[in-house]
């Protein structure tokens, strides 16, 4: 028989070693966290990993005679505000689903002009230390989406460490009408760009509040896909969000060729307020507010419709993105960008200098260019921004194509890597395999490690080289991950340029 004094020696020894293991594991934080407006009470995942805020009110209601206006404060409320389910997203038209973006991509909850909400998933805090923070803008063209969408879940991504947040923001005409009287109103005697004023005034709620969440507001990310990506780049213009964000991300939204094309001047706009307002039967800025949402949000399907999005308004966007560069007038960070490898189109020659520089012409060949030529354009960008940038740039290609048997024509298209990105394939029901599990893993490890420290690159992880005006390569993400050139040969390079430049 063994002495006591040993038998009590052991126990207490692993008493001891319990207690500290106990005493550095990180704890959950209190699921009921004070923001500016009152308290809320956050929902702890399954494996007491993570806990999830949804449906917080960033801003003011922006309905009645705040309709067309900038996001007012937060309204106050007392006792403890259950945050367990999202918000309701921007008042649109629901589609449901529209191949190829099934149910997971597009809004099934409700919607509602009142809709300025925000989530947020958190590891919550281990000895203190704040994380990183991930704020994601979601796509949809300015007239569709929502942070609720199941493929923008942050649980998974927030598990690897860091806090995530998407939101919503107003969309179509009421998040981006520009009309004479709205700009006579404002103090800065603009209109339009209501949706930018949402994230922007999210990005500021952010900043006073994510501390409470165990976020660190010196090192916010922005990141968005497509409407997204282009909501990305308006704030890099804008002067009133410097410093609310310290790394940018935008998939399949920032190339040379459109970085001045297709966004009109605040006179532009305002003519197109006008005109959608007669036709609406509108002819004051009082009779427009009176109208109700499902009216103002019917379309006129006897005439071409009429498309909102973002303004140069002078005010909050200075002028063109080119221009802005130009004159390093940008809020530089840490910047990745990126495109997919079948959402892109081929502009151009496909006659005889085709065939001189491809050897033939043919559908492959004519895919190939196109792809080549999209990534050529984004690489130009780089180029430009460059000159007056003083942060490093990241360009990827995304190729791996969501396993779908019904429909491969689709391959990597239009937003297909967001669920590798948030690491959310558990989120669509497809014959997943090995790789797609080993593409989600790089992927948001590399997104999880910009959002940490400005640089995808992390040990065990493929190489990712910073944009050199001299190595004409993109990181290839997905069939294969490596960094690939961009062309095969100079003489390919030189034609896609010359065509790029051509269509400008």
Partial sequence: MKPKYLVSFALIFCMLAAFESY?????????????????????????KSVLSFKGIPFAAPPVGDLRWRAPQAPLLWKGIRQADRFGASAIQIKQGSRNPWTHEFMVQNEISEDCLFLNIWTPGQSSGKKRAVLVYIHGGGFVEGSGGVDVYDGEELSKKGIVVVTINYRLGVFGFLAHPELSAESPHQVSGNYGILDQLAALQWIRRNIA???????????????????????????????????????????????????????????????????????????????????????PDTSKPQIRFGRVIDGYYQLTDMLSVFAQGKQNDTPFMNGYNADEMMYLGDKGLEFVGVYGAYDKTLEKKAGQQQSLLNANLWMEHRAKTSKTNAYEYFFTRGIPWPEHPEFGAFHTGEVPYVFHNLKMINRPWTSLDTLVAEQMSSYWVNFVNTGNPNRKGLPAWSAYQPQNKQVMEIGTKTEMIPITENATQYEFLKRQLLKVR
């Fill in 23 to 47: 005493s550095i594991k990180p704890q959950p934080m209190n699921p009921i966290v004070k923001t500016q407006s009152g308290l809320v009470k956050g929902v702890l995942n399954a494996s």
């Fill in 212 to 298: 409470s969440f165990g976020g660190d507001p010196s090192r916010v990310t922005i990141a968005g896909q497509s409407a997204g990506a282009s909501s990305i780049n308006a704030l890099i213009l804008a002067p009133q969000a410097a410093g609310l964000f310290h790394g940018a991300i935008t998939e399949s939204g920032t190339k040379l060729m459109n970085a001045s094309q297709n966004i009109p001047s605040l006179a532009d706009a305002e003519k197109l307020g006008l005109k959608y307002a007669k036709a609406k039967g509108a002819s004051s800025l009082a009779e427009l507010r009176a109208l109700s949402a499902e009216t103002l949000m019917k």
